[in-house]
């Protein structure tokens, strides 16, 4: 059986009006994008400053430009939102290829992981806390594993795939936490204070993705295997990712989306540039 892979599918809407509750999603997660970058571009001429006391910390130059990947990447995965797998998106425009997404998502998440990495190092070797400095060098090969999965999954539209990269996501910053949790005992005062802050971000992000994110995937993986969804082969997938998006505005294919991205693109941004703050003062 012969694929047609068309460059473009037939949208629903030649515009997203603003009647729909789409745009206003839409217009949140663009300015809230906005507000990140004017604040990775100030971080990154307070942090360079010689008056601010931080600029001298090794590797803070470094900090600030994994955080730009993840910064601009979120950014541009918010003004041009799609769901991979499915295809969907809500403008039509080359950018809107799943291929460019992919790619700027896996650069950003790496980006990310290495600044959790970098100060889960900084912090271990400083206090000489073994388990952080561990956990530093096994976070990023895991998720190095999940980016494969996903990439596995968009390809041959699996959604088994994306509950597997999920769960290594989970399992990441389950040893971040670990390793978090050991660097407690060693600091006292506002920086213990923001060790404990982290560790409860990391429990309601390991809460989100055991209760809505991981579900959501394999909920999608048992009905595509129950309705008998034809998958893709890899070189089918690498052609489609490159040339079929498909515009919609209609909510219902969005709805679940709408959670994981708006949280994506704001809260792990934020905590993005507070790692650079934070690892600057370790410094």
Avoid at 92 to 108: E, H, K, N, P, Q
Wanted: contains cysteine; hydrophobic residues 60%.
């Amino acid at each position: 059986m012969s694929l047609v892979w068309p460059t473009r599918a037939k949208s629903v809407a030649k515009s997203l009006a603003w009647s729909n509750p789409l745009a206003w999603w839409w217009a949140m997660l663009t300015l809230v994008s906005g507000v990140n970058i004017a604040a990775w571009f100030w971080l990154y001429r307070y942090l360079r400053e010689p008056h601010s006391g931080l600029s001298a910390a090794p590797g803070t130059e470094l900090m600030l430009l994994l955080c730009a990947a993840y910064v601009f990447g979120c950014a541009f995965r918010s003004f041009l939102p799609r769901a991979d797998v499915q295809r969907i998106c809500l403008f039509d425009t080359w950018l809107s290829s799943v291929m460019i997404g992919r790619t700027v998502a896996t650069l950003a998440e790496v980006a990310f992981v290495v600044q959790w990495a970098m100060v889960l190092h900084r912090l271990g070797t400083t206090t000489g806390a073994d388990t952080a400095v561990t956990a530093a060098w096994v976070i990023v090969p895991l998720i190095l594993i999940a980016e494969a999965f996903s990439w596995y999954a968009v390809v041959t539209r699996n959604f088994f795939w994306n509950a597997l990269e999920n769960s290594l996501w989970a399992v990441a910053f389950f040893i971040v936490a670990i390793g978090l949790g050991r660097l407690v005992l060693e600091f006292d005062g506002a920086v213990r204070a923001t060790l404990v802050i982290a560790i409860v971000g990391i429990a309601g992000f390991l809460a989100f993705l055991a209760t809505v994110d991981v579900p959501m995937y394999a909920s999608r993986w048992r009905a595509d295997v129950a309705n008998g969804a034809r998958r893709l082969t890899p070189l089918e997938g690498l052609r489609d990712v490159g040339l079929r998006w498909v515009v919609t505005h209609d909510m219902a294919e969005w709805k679940d989306e709408i959670p994981w991205m708006s949280l994506y693109f704001s809260g792990a941004v934020w905590s993005s540039l507070a790692l650079c703050v934070f690892y600057a003062l370790a410094g």
